[in-house]
């Protein structure tokens, strides 16, 4: 077992300063809480040249394979938020196993909240990653205390653990960093995070596997099957709890996600020629939490994909499941 320490690695609270007055004013700014409206969860992630993965409550949120690329742009994450207790996770890797990792490298992964509707972003915590001092070990500090804009203490209160940090972790040369955030909202639980656990991935036998793949293909043929024959209509329910629950997530107007997913299968699927779907490239793969799945194709594009009939170029549908007593549940 790898030891559990800290380590150096920013840790960004920013705390929010109203008027510390009176209890009244501070209970009127609980009353008019952003995380007691309608909190908008985004992470603010900028990377170039490094390898990693950012995992928010074990669902993979981004990754990035080779070290030769640069992203930059705000993640929405409501739908994967939690009131409560979150984690956030970022694994680093070196180009090959056992070097440094490139000390051009700089990753920055920042948890944020707005107000539905307005600009102004508060940060919560997060990471800021340099390759170039990954190595300095100094302590990283803990946060546990009120922010007043957003909540009274006794109501739960927001706080942000000590960094934690494991070397050489998933292979030598790496670096896995972890924090675990408080962050009570007005956000539902969605079903995932109480749906049955599924099988990993990466320990299943060959066999096992094998039916895993097999199980998510039926689905995905069926879907397939409907939108090449333009029978839109006999399929939307099966993605029916996905779209409930955008809907909830970004506030939504009730059945707006159903509405658009509709009018995406309605007026793209016939601007396409489909890939082929069968059972040998349909591939499987669960999530960290081990909650979700992801079924896609083995050469790694998204699960209903298509070429352009007009040109170059493709579009592709990205399809999750969850488990519940047997049963394959379409959840993103």
Known sequence: MKNLRSLTLL??????????????????????????????????????????????????IERQGSSQGQNSYEI????????????????VYPNEEGEDIPPNSQIKALLQVRNFGEQENYTLGGFVFSGASYKEAVLGKAYQREV?????????GISVSELGMIEDSPYDGARKYALTLEVPSNLPLWAFFESDYVPDFMVVTDEEYGNLRLELYEVLRN????????????????FAERNRETDLAFYKEEGQTESELHSDFTNDIPTLNMINLGPE??????????????????????????????????LSFPIMFRQQDGKWIITR
């Open 11 to 60: 840790i960004i609270t920013l705390l929010l300063h109203g008027c510390d007055n009176a209890s009244a004013i501070n209970q009127e700014k609980f009353n008019m809480s952003i995380l007691n409206q309608k909190p908008v969860f985004t992470i603010d992630f900028h990377a170039t040249g490094a390898r990693y993965r950012l995992y928010l409550n074990g669902v993979l």
């Open 76 to 91: 929405p994450v409501n739908h994967w938020m939690r009131s409560g207790k979150n984690t956030l996770d970022l694994t």
């Open 148 to 156: 007043e804009n957003f909540t009274q203490i006794e109501t739960g």
């Open 223 to 238: 879907i397939q099957d409907h939108l090449e024959q333009g029978k839109v209509d006999e399929i939307m329910p099966l």
């Open 281 to 314: 490239s349909s591939a499987y793969e669960s999530e960290e939490n081990l909650k979700l799945t992801s079924s896609f194709r083995a050469d790694r594009t998204n699960a209903i994909s298509g070429n352009l009939k007009s040109g170059p170029g493709n």
